[in-house]
Each structure stands twice: as structure tokens, then as C-alpha cells.
């Protein structure tokens, strides 16, 4: 694929003409370059159109360098799915992602207390990449602060004698660089299997021809193996650099998160993995080209267990995007897209066979997970809350009478409280006379926007493991009002992307992907009957709601079960949040303190929000400095 070649000359012209340093001004002038993005839209050619849908991430791939840089900083000024994460990264990396003097006397300090270093072994594959783009991702390798690694290349019969002159003279003058060079193009997969198979180390990184490792990667990554000898697979943040060395686009990742990896590669790079356990499963997949390093991750992770995956919350991976058309993942995006899915699907068919997996929606290069329903359908108890209108109660009875797909419920009211039509599926009674085995927490101003919300919520529920299931919440004009609740920060909680618009992607696809989080919100909660006996039940001295839906979590994850969020299913909600009858201020203050004195360390950090990011309800920014000092080790002398 020629990059020239695929962009129309209207294309390129309107990008360059703009001034991406150009200030923010009016609101005339923001309308001015939202019409701009209109006509940049319609200049796509028609081949283009689904590399369009998934993003900047998916267009991006195939301009050439320089344009590529000018349409990330226009899209910047512009307002994009990162906040302000993308304008702030500079100084955001100058101040707590650089290796000065005192950071590398700490590292060498920590290399000294090593009791057991383990041997890395850095894998390679290599076809034809720009020669000095190779040489740069090999020096990378050399400039480890970290001494016990070895550097594995299998050249894959690259037809560049360039390349083949940097790699004979590398292994020639450092030892620890293994090479093999194959007789015949194999591609990807095959390439990187001859690399696996020059590995001696107890674990294996996997690093692209063109991308570049900073040089306390290594060392990172050992001090997480010898602080858990028993991870089996390790990966960090990643970040995008162009061949100026500037940064953009950095990806701080959530922790171990199951649901939101088969939505998209979240080990991807620096992923490091147990050697044994990578040979265990068989190495790279031939047939999976493009996606082979998430079908390596699925694979891996279906043979391990979540608390020997091990997060770290530092940028450690420098991805080249653009480098050249012989660039692995970047050759063919169909391919890589189709063949990702085909990795999901595998995965996800070891316990559930009659799952389907489709694009996701807003983010198509991602992934859905659509999961089967059993059969027969199982009882849902619709508990739902006192209403403060006749007008809702009657709305949302007729929603689930007429306008939900799914028949096996009873709809259980308030006692006292009259039904609003007669139904043999409704009745006035407590909690505890629900009949369903699984229980549906419902607030009456909450309107669904399509009828397969209950499939949905009830297709995660029945899962194994599975505690809560939540949903996203939108206000009357299409903002987030609920996507899962994380835990930290100066209230002790926070709901992430409150007041985006529903429609956004989020960042990198938070909004449109179904993920783990620490808490849902009881205004729409499913949960097993079996479950919630088990965790103890709701806590109904905890006056606050938002409160008692995270203590409820919090011991539902104490009791080994995953709480889970689905972008799915979507209600709106018809009243403004401060009109609805809610503890004040003061009640809620008081219930935080109090889950904060029964939860203690459990609440000073999210396992599924970076330390990076700030714990912010809102707007996506940068913590300044973050949160966790281990991810601000490198200021430390």
C-alpha cells in the first residue's frame, strides 16, 4: 500500500493549509473548523472509509509522517477523545518520564539489590525495515540500563542488503545479539517464532524492528518479576514517537482488565511473557499475521491465572507508526483487524461456544463480544425503587412491559406503592420475595433507549465469575452521567466521563468497550441472587446511594467476582440528578467516611484507572504529578 497514492490531492491541500499552532478562538471560528473536519471527511476516498470509522488511530497508520503529525495537533486544537492528555504529554513526559543523573543512580542502586535478575530475552522479527529506524530499535536493546538481557533477531529473508549489513555487524560486535536470518519469507508469525526459538531467558519481550525500548525498560520489568517471582505475564503504558523524537499519543493503560482485552490488544506493548509458558501454548500462531502478538496474549492469559498478570503503569514502549509500507502491522489493517477478531473468538469459545464477535460500535477497529443467552431465559426480578413521580413509574412500567426484549421478568414495586396497570407480572413486595435468579436494581427515571438493555445486562450476569453489571447512564441531551465508578482521588470515588457525550469513543475506547471497573451504579444493577447473598447483601445503613452501590462492589470483588460495565445497554435518564430525591451533602460525606474507614488502603487507588491519569469525574487529564509515587520513580535519585 503506497501512502501517495491513497490520499486525494484535496486531502493534503486543506491539511497543509491549515496552521495546526494556530490558538483556539471563537465560537465562529471553532464552527470554521468543524466545517473544515466536514470537508476533510468528504475528501476520504471511498477505500478509506473504514480506516475512517475507526479513528485517528486507524488513518493515521497510512499518511506519511509529517502530514500524519499536523493532522494529530490540528484534531489536538480541535478538541479530540484524549482531553487534554495529548497537549499536556510534553510536559507532562519532560517532568516524570525522563532519565536524568539522580534516576539513573536510583536504577543502578535497584539492579544492585536484584537477588535473582532474570535473563530477557528481546525478540525480533525483521523485514526490511528503514535501516536507520532498525539500527535506532537495536541501539534501544544496547542502551538498557538492565545488563542480563540478549537481543533475538530472525531477519525474515528481508531482500534489503542494508538491512542484512546492519544486522551481520550488530551480532558481530555485541554478543548478546542472536541472529538468524531465514531462508525464506515466512511472515510475521514464523519470523517471530525464530526468534523465540534463539531465547534463552527466563522471559521474553517482544519489540518491534522499528520501535524503540527507553532505557530503563528492562529494568522496570525485572524489579516486577523479583517483587512477584511468580508473574507470568507483564505489560506497561505505551506512547507513539515520531523520527523527531517527539511523543504523542500515550496510552496509560487500566490494570489487569478481562473484559476490556477482548475489546482490543490492552497487553500489546511492552509485553513480556514467562518463556516457558509461551512455548507451553506454542508459540506465535501462523495464520494470525498482524494480530499475532493478542493471539499470543489470549492464549497466554487463557493458561494463567489474572493475579500473575502484571501491570506497569510506565511508559515503556515508544511505538513508530508510519516507518515505511514493509512495516508488519501496519501492511494490511483488514488483516489485522479480521485476524484479531478471529484470535477473540477463540478465546472467548473455550467457555462460551455460541458467542459472536462483530465491530464494536463508534471504535469498528475494536471488538464486541455479544454473548448467548441461556435457554430457557432466566427469571429476572425487577426491583424498582420508589419513584418520585406517577409519571415515571407509569414510563418505566410500560418500558418493560412493551418496549424490552426479554419476557422472563417479574416487576416487583414498593410496598405500599400501587401499579399504574395490572399486570400478572407485576406486585408490591420487598426484596426478599423476589423469584428471580438474578435481580435487577432499577431507578423508575430511567428510560431505556433499546429494547435488548436487559439481554445485554442479563448475557454478562449469567457468566461465570461475574458480579455487578452496570450500564452507561445519559442525560436527556446525550451526556454520560454513569460509565462505571472508580475509586480514589479527594471523595474517596469518582464517575469517569461524566458530562462527555455518549457517542464519543473515549479514551481509547473506554466509552464504546465493555470493561471491569471497580463499581456500577444501584440506579441500574444486575446481579445473581447467589451473589448478592453471598456478598452479605446491600448495606442499608449507608445512606448514600452512591456509597452503598460501592461498598456493595467492593464486596462482591472481595468474593473473587468481576463487576462489569457495558456500553450496551443504554438508559436515559428524564429527571436532572439534582432533582432526584438523593442524600445531601453532609449524609454524603458521612457514608464515604465510613467506606473509607471500613475499606481503608482498598479506596486510595483504582486498579482499572492509571496512575497517571487524574481522578477526575470528568475531563481526561494528566495527574500532575501522578498518583502513585512508584510511577514517578525515575525523579527519585
Known amino acids: 500500500m503506497h501512502d501517495d497514492t491513497l490520499i486525494q490531492n484535496s486531502w493534503i491541500e486543506t491539511l497543509t493549509a491549515i496552521d495546526p499552532d494556530e490558538p483556539r478562538g471563537t465560537s465562529s471560528e471553532s464552527a470554521s473548523r468543524?466545517?473544515?473536519?466536514?470537508?476533510?471527511?468528504?475528501?476520504?476516498?471511498?477505500?478509506?472509509?473504514?480506516?475512517?470509522?475507526?479513528?485517528?488511530?486507524?488513518?493515521?497508520?497510512?499518511?506519511?509522517?509529517?502530514?500524519?503529525?499536523?493532522?494529530?495537533?490540528?484534531?489536538r486544537t480541535m478538541g479530540s477523545e484524549m482531553g487534554g492528555i495529548e497537549r499536556d504529554y510534553p510536559l507532562w513526559a519532560k517532568q516524570f518520564d525522563q532519565i536524568d543523573d539522580g534516576a539513573r543512580r536510583g536504577i543502578m542502586a535497584g539492579i544492585a539489590r536484584l537477588t535473582q535478575p532474570p535473563r530477557i530475552s528481546v525478540l525480533m522479527p525483521v523485514f526490511n525495515p528503514t535501516p536507520e529506524h532498525l539500527l535506532t530499535a537495536i541501539h534501544s536493546v544496547q542502551d538498557q540500563l538492565y545488563p542480563w538481557w540478549e537481543l533475538c533477531i530472525a531477519d525474515d529473508a528481508s531482500t534489503d542488503p542494508e538491512v542484512l549489513s546492519v544486522l551481520r555487524a550488530a551480532a558481530d560486535r555485541d554478543d548478546r545479539i542472536k541472529l538468524v536470518r531465514r531462508d525464506r519469507n515466512g511472515h510475521i508469525s514464523a519470523a517471530s517464532n525464530s526468534a523465540l526459538a534463539l531465547a534463552s531467558g527466563r522471559f521474553v519481550a517482544l519489540l518491534d524492528h522499528d520501535d524503540i525500548l527507553p532505557p530503563h525498560a528492562l529494568y522496570e520489568v525485572a524489579a516486577r518479576i523479583e517483587a512477584q517471582p511468580d508473574a507470568d505475564i507483564l505489560y506497561s503504558d505505551e506512547d507513539h514517537i515520531d523520527d523527531r523524537g517527539r511523543r504523542s499519543h500515550p496510552y496509560f493503560k487500566p490494570g489487569w482488565n478481562h473484559e476490556l482485552i477482548l475489546g482490543q490488544n490492552l497487553i500489546s506493548h511492552l509485553g513480556v511473557y514467562r518463556r516457558d509458558l509461551v512455548e507451553k501454548i506454542g508459540g506465535f500462531r501462523v495464520g494470525l499475521e498482524g494480530s499475532q502478538d493478542y493471539d499470543l496474549a489470549l492464549r497466554a492469559v487463557a493458561e494463567t491465572s489474572a493475579?500473575?498478570?502484571?501491570?506497569?503503569?510506565?511508559?515503556?514502549?515508544?511505538?513508530?507508526?508510519?516507518?515505511?509500507?514493509?512495516?508488519?502491522?501496519?501492511?494490511?489493517?483488514?488483516?489485522?483487524?479480521?485476524?484479531?477478531?478471529?484470535?477473540?473468538?477463540?478465546?472467548?469459545?473455550?467457555?462460551?461456544?455460541?458467542?459472536?464477535?462483530?465491530?464494536?460500535?463508534?471504535?469498528?477497529?475494536?471488538?464486541?463480544?455479544?454473548?448467548?443467552?441461556?435457554?430457557?431465559?432466566?427469571?429476572?426480578?425487577?426491583?424498582?425503587?420508589?419513584?418520585?413521580?406517577?409519571?415515571?413509574?407509569?414510563?418505566?412500567?410500560?418500558?418493560?412491559l412493551?418496549?424490552?426484549?426479554?419476557?422472563?421478568?417479574?416487576?416487583?414495586?414498593?410496598?405500599?406503592?400501587?401499579?399504574?396497570?395490572?399486570?400478572?407480572?407485576?406486585?408490591?413486595?420487598?426484596?426478599?420475595?423476589?423469584?428471580?435468579?438474578?435481580?435487577?436494581?432499577?431507578?423508575?427515571?430511567?428510560?431505556?433507549?433499546?429494547?435488548?438493555?436487559?439481554?445485554?445486562?442479563?448475557?454478562?450476569?449469567?457468566?461465570?465469575?461475574?458480579?455487578?453489571?452496570?450500564?452507561?447512564?445519559?442525560?436527556?441531551?446525550?451526556?454520560?452521567?454513569?460509565?462505571?465508578?472508580?475509586?480514589?482521588?479527594?471523595?474517596?470515588?469518582f464517575t469517569p466521563y461524566i458530562g462527555r457525550q455518549g457517542s464519543d469513543a473515549g479514551y481509547f475506547g473506554h466509552l464504546q468497550l465493555a470493561r471491569d471497573v471497580t463499581a456500577v451504579s444501584g440506579g441500574c444493577l444486575m446481579v445473581r441472587r447467589e451473589a448478592l447473598l453471598a456478598a452479605g447483601g446491600w448495606d442499608e445503613s449507608v445512606q448514600s446511594r452512591i456509597a452503598r452501590d460501592l461498598d456493595l462492589c467492593l464486596r462482591l470483588e472481595q468474593a473473587g467476582l468481576r463487576n462489569i460495565w457495558t456500553p450496551y445497554?443504554?438508559?436515559?435518564?428524564?429527571?436532572?440528578?439534582?432533582?432526584?430525591?438523593?442524600?445531601?451533602?453532609?449524609?454524603?460525606?458521612?457514608s464515604l467516611r465510613r467506606i473509607q474507614q471500613k475499606?481503608?488502603?482498598?479506596?486510595?487507588?483504582?486498579?482499572?484507572?492509571?496512575?497517571?491519569?487524574?481522578?477526575?469525574?470528568?475531563?481526561?487529564?494528566?495527574?500532575?504529578?501522578?498518583?502513585?509515587?512508584?510511577?514517578?520513580?525515575?525523579?527519585?535519585?
Not at 44 to 69: D, N, Q
Not at 576 to 590: E, S, V
Open 307 to 400: 493475579d500473575r498478570i502484571l501491570h506497569i503503569p510506565k511508559v515503556l514502549y515508544h511505538w513508530r507508526q508510519g516507518a515505511g509500507e514493509n512495516t508488519f502491522s501496519e501492511a494490511a489493517q483488514d488483516r489485522c483487524v479480521q485476524n484479531g477478531r478471529r484470535a477473540v473468538r477463540d478465546f472467548v469459545h473455550r467457555e462460551q461456544p455460541g458467542a459472536k464477535v462483530e465491530p464494536a460500535r463508534v471504535v469498528a477497529g475494536w471488538t464486541r463480544v455479544v454473548y448467548p443467552l441461556p435457554s430457557p431465559l432466566p427469571l429476572v426480578s425487577v426491583i424498582v425503587s420508589p419513584a418520585t413521580t406517577t409519571d415515571h413509574l407509569s414510563r418505566c412500567i410500560r418500558n418493560l
Open 402 to 493: 412493551h418496549e424490552t426484549d426479554y419476557s422472563a421478568m417479574e416487576i416487583l414495586l414498593p410496598s405500599g406503592q400501587t401499579p399504574p396497570v395490572e399486570d400478572p407480572c407485576i406486585r408490591a413486595a420487598e426484596t426478599g420475595a423476589a423469584r428471580g435468579e438474578i435481580l435487577l436494581f432499577l431507578d423508575p427515571a430511567l428510560e431505556p433507549r433499546n429494547p435488548a438493555w436487559l439481554a445485554e445486562m442479563v448475557s454478562h450476569a449469567v457468566r461465570p465469575g461475574i458480579g455487578a453489571v452496570g450500564v452507561k447512564v445519559l442525560d436527556r441531551e446525550g451526556a454520560v452521567l454513569h460509565a462505571g465508578l472508580a475509586v480514589g482521588g479527594p471523595g474517596g470515588v
Open 569 to 590: 445497554a443504554i438508559l436515559i435518564r428524564q429527571d436532572k440528578p439534582n432533582d432526584r430525591n438523593a442524600a445531601g451533602p453532609a449524609t454524603l460525606r458521612a
Open 34 to 75: 468543524a466545517g473544515l473536519m466536514r470537508r476533510v471527511a468528504a475528501s476520504v476516498p471511498p477505500g478509506w472509509k473504514p480506516l475512517a470509522r475507526r479513528g485517528l488511530a486507524g488513518v493515521s497508520a497510512h499518511l506519511p509522517s509529517e502530514l500524519r503529525y499536523r493532522l494529530f495537533r490540528l484534531l
Open 599 to 637: 475499606w481503608g488502603g482498598r479506596l486510595q487507588g483504582d486498579r482499572y484507572w492509571n496512575p497517571n491519569l487524574a481522578r477526575d469525574s470528568a475531563a481526561m487529564r494528566l495527574a500532575f504529578p501522578p498518583t502513585d509515587r512508584e510511577a514517578v520513580s525515575l525523579r527519585v535519585a
